[in-house]
């Protein structure tokens, strides 16, 4: 492995942060403009936009002939997206977790995480199979518009705390620019990231679908982690969480979608994703609902824990490739130990919090002339 791939990763990286920056700026303010809340656009555009980096590389690894990488990332920045975006932000500020994000967008990245997992046991992601995920994001966004946009019409127009003076005085124009600019950084990023990451791989002996859990979902995953951090320090705490859902959703739905789409022949999946990765996707999409359950808030020692699950999945996955001694007791303690009791401590905390809701619910008077509802 010499410098210039070594330079071609930072790079790629660099890009696609920069670029992932001013898609969210663009896009985001065009979406203000357009009157949708700040929940929504953390959902939609801004998720979707900082996801743009996932869909680059992913895209451009299924044609260049590294599926093991195209999976490897998406099912990575996943997990990163949750245990180590969210855990992070969580740890500056204690997150809301909106109602509707716990009604309905939660349960949606937990089928489609299930559904994907479903799709994968027969060892291969086909061209049908990309276009029902596709389908799926689709009604996913279109039902998210519709509910935001009628619920603004029957109330007052979405707070935008968010909103500073540049971004109200910007002109249309120069929104398109920075879209379009961020675009260009994004793809030009995904190709030397790719590039960069096989390199790797094949210096170190490596399989592609590592590096993608790793090295490629993490980067990719930066412009999650900056967007998510910087709107808690802004009190945007519901946007951040909207990013994180709807990143996931759209990794699924259309970075996964797309790539088995335009792979020939679809995308194989890595007996070792099957049996491990894939499963750990869906567990921790499940973990995020409990968690949001929780006082309707992420506080600081769960996102520390998020944080340090994602620690001991990396550690696991290092210490897997190299086939080390300590892989044998670290799988006991992973499967003996931490999971029963990270299942327990989650089913004993909804359990309590749902009947202390139910308690609250009970001790709270009526105002007279208003229903239960």
Do not use: C
Request: avoid cysteine; glycine fraction near 10%.
């Amino acid at each position: 492995m010499d410098a210039l791939v070594v330079l071609a990763l930072v790079a790629g990286l660099v890009l696609l942060v920069a670029g992932g920056e001013s898609l969210v700026r663009g896009a985001g303010s065009l979406a203000r403009k357009l009157g949708m809340s700040s929940l929504v656009v953390g959902l939609t555009v801004v998720s979707f936009t900082t996801s743009a980096p996932e869909l680059a590389v992913s895209a451009d690894a299924a044609l260049s002939g590294y599926p093991g990488l195209a999976v490897g990332n998406v099912v990575g920045s996943n997990i990163a997206n949750i245990l180590l975006v969210l855990g992070a932000s969580a740890l500056f500020v204690p997150l809301a977790v909106h109602s509707q994000v716990v009604r309905a967008d939660i349960p949606v990245m937990v089928a489609l995480s299930i559904v994907a997992l479903l799709m994968a046991l027969d060892g291969n992601l086909g061209r049908v199979e990309g276009f029902l995920l596709l389908a799926s994001l689709a009604v996913y966004v279109a039902v998210t518009v519709l509910v935001s946009l009628r619920r603004a019409s029957r109330g007052p127009a979405p707070d935008r705390p968010g909103t500073d003076g540049a971004e109200r005085t910007r002109p249309l124009w120069a929104d398109l620019a920075l879209v379009l600019l961020g675009t260009a950084l994004l793809v030009a990023g995904a190709r030397l990231l790719v590039y960069g990451a096989s390199s790797i791989a094949t210096a170190f002996g490596v399989s592609d679908l590592l590096i993608g859990l790793t090295v490629v979902a993490v980067g990719t995953s930066l412009p999650e982690l900056v967007t998510s951090v910087v709107a808690a320090l802004r009190g945007e705490r519901d946007m951040a969480v909207g990013n994180i859902v709807g990143s996931n959703v759209f990794n699924i739905g259309a970075v996964l979608g797309l790539a088995a789409l335009v792979s020939p022949g679809g995308i194989p999946i890595a007996p070792a994703a099957l049996r491990f990765d894939l499963p750990i996707m869906v567990a921790v999409a499940l973990v995020l609902l409990p968690i949001a359950l929780t006082r309707l808030e992420v506080v600081r020692w769960e996102g520390g824990l998020l944080v340090g699950f994602y620690a001991a999945y990396i550690a696991y996955l290092v210490v897997e490739a190299t086939e080390h001694a300590a892989l044998g007791p670290f799988s006991a303690a992973m499967l003996w130990f931490v999971i029963p009791l990270t299942a327990l401590w989650m089913i004993s905390v909804t359990v309590y919090e749902l009947s202390a809701r139910r308690r609250e619910r009970r001790a709270t008077p009526v105002p007279e002339g208003r229903g239960p509802g």
